[in-house]
């Protein structure tokens, strides 16, 4: 079956500080996609990267970094240098690459960033 | 280019109350998805549409949830009736189609039952 696991619910910190969220999952597919999705106040939900699993560089994006390690199944996303607009919901998600072409979706974590 | 359209963005209802909500996906995108989101969880897909065809509804309580795609592009999910439970967002997505990599969000509707 496939899983995703965002232990962390809730991180406070404050402005300028590094902060890593954590995502874990669990898929039998050797083909599969993974995303971070970005859910501000407003609801929408925001695409910031999809990654596949045959791709384990990791990726910057001006202060935002991912590492996918596909030894211990996880993609972490790390906000460098964090500001108060991070304040939100992140969203991590697993796609099957075939099949019913569901996101499984982790339960987010939400970014306080304390001015 | 539009993106995902959802009305309304809140509704307020009562218990055992009827309600609808409505989606307009990306021009040209041929699937489309209801999410359903409780509080502090990830959205769960409730059903999937190409076209007009629902091609994955497993998850979709049937005795009081319907959704319908009549012509292939916009479309609406109905809950009736409404239960405390049902308080939630419900988000629709879509892509070009179902083997696309993205899904391309809406800004959902927050329901509320009282």
Redesign the interface.
Known sequence: AQK?TQAQ?EISVVEKEDVTLDCVYETRDTTY?LFW?KQPP????V?LI?R?SFDEQNEISGRYSWNFQKSTSSFNFTITASQVVDSAVY?C?L?EASG????I????TRLKVLA | EAGVVQSPRYKIIEKKQPVAFWCNPISGHNTLYWYLQNLGQGPELLIRYENEEAVDDSQLPKDRFSAERLKGVDSTLKIQPAELGDSAVYLCASSLTGGSTEQYFGPGTRLTVT
Request: charged share 20%; no cysteine; hydrophobic share 25%.
């Open positions: 995703v619910t996609y999705y407003s609801g929408e939900l695409f999809r596949n969203l998600a796609r019913t072409y569901k996101y979706f982790g339960t987010g």
